[in-house]
């Protein structure tokens, strides 16, 4: 995990009073605790601005030959109360469990993609995502937040 997400997770704890616990969690899909312990699960997705939606990640494998794990919201899901997605402009706060049933809903229009791995770019990272239109996203958040 590279320094800048820290720092910008960091930086949203601040700004929402919620303590940041330096990735001890992050393998359990949660990044920081709020004062009631709730559990938050943070991911950044700048992309999102160009797409109008949020990758919202549920499995990934290495290669075509390995298994899938269940990664990013696929682990949140279980483990964490809230996800938020950042970019630059907002901060889109929404429970877990709303927005695993805006994926259930979809199971139809399951969406498998496939994105550079951020540590390697010659190599591949294989994902099974939902994709979210950021207006989707906006409904189902309890909180959505303007960055200045």
Request: net charge neutral; proline share 1%; hydrophobic share 35%.
């Amino acid at each position: 995990m590279s320094d800048s997400i820290i720092e910008r997770e960091r930086a949203v704890a601040e700004l929402m009073g919620w303590k940041h616990l330096e990735g001890i969690h992050k393998n359990d899909g949660w990044d920081m605790i709020a004062p009631n312990g709730e559990k938050i699960a943070i991911r950044f997705d700048e992309l999102s601005l160009e797409t109008e939606a949020h990758y919202l990640e549920l499995e990934q494998r290495e290669d075509r030959n390995s298994k899938w794990k269940s990664s990013g919201f696929g682990i949140a899901r279980k483990n964490a109360d809230w996800w938020v997605m950042a970019n630059s402009e907002k901060l889109y706060v929404a429970t877990t469990k709303k927005l695993w049933t805006i994926v259930k809903k979809s199971k139809d229009r399951e969406e498998r993609h496939s994105r550079r791995n951020i540590s390697d770019p010659d190599k591949r990272l294989f994902s099974r995502a939902h994709i979210v239109s950021i207006d989707e996203l906006e409904q189902c958040c309890l909180l959505v937040v303007k960055n200045n």
